[in-house]
């Protein structure tokens, strides 16, 4: 089921153009409005969930996830590696609530750290 003020739901109906990387019949893969990375890929499901703990069937995660290596691949940042992000709700900032894998290369990307992470990560760290 597709959503109709959904603007991934949009991309993957073709009624929104993006910069398509990869589709198949379940998934379409296109490049982030707002690249973080020289490569900064999405890759959604073109059912729509609203995030990755929406009761998403294991066989289209499995393929959502299966197609994490094609966009590697076709983007050329296999061999020197690349973050895959999921953000999730409210506390993780998620902006659209279409479940979507960030796939980020093309350069080195530092581990995250307190400073990063804001201050939620620091009292974490404090009370462990
Ligand atoms: P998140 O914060 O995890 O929900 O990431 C949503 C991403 O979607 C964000 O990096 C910007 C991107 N985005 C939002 N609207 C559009 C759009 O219309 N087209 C494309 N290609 N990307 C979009």
């Not at 076709?74 to 709700?89: A, E, P, S, V, Y």
Request: hydrophobic share 40%.
């Amino acid at each position: 089921m597709q959503k109709d003020d959904c603007i991934f739901c949009q991309i993957a109906k073709g009624e929104i153009p993006a910069q398509v990387v990869y589709e198949d019949d379940q998934v379409i893969a296109f490049d982030d409005l707002e690249p973080l990375m020289p490569v900064h890929t999405l890759i959604i499901p073109k059912e729509h969930y609203s995030d990755v703990a929406d009761d998403v069937p294991e066989d289209v995660l499995g393929h959502l996830f299966s197609c994490v290596q094609k966009v590697a691949d076709i983007k050329g940042i296999h061999q020197d590696g690349f973050r895959c992000l999921i953000n999730t709700g409210e506390n993780a900032s998620q902006s659209v609530r279409h479940l979507h894998i960030h796939v980020l290369g093309g350069g080195l990307m530092p581990r995250p750290n307190d400073q990063d992470w804001g201050s939620a990560a620091s009292n974490a760290e404090t009370d462990a």
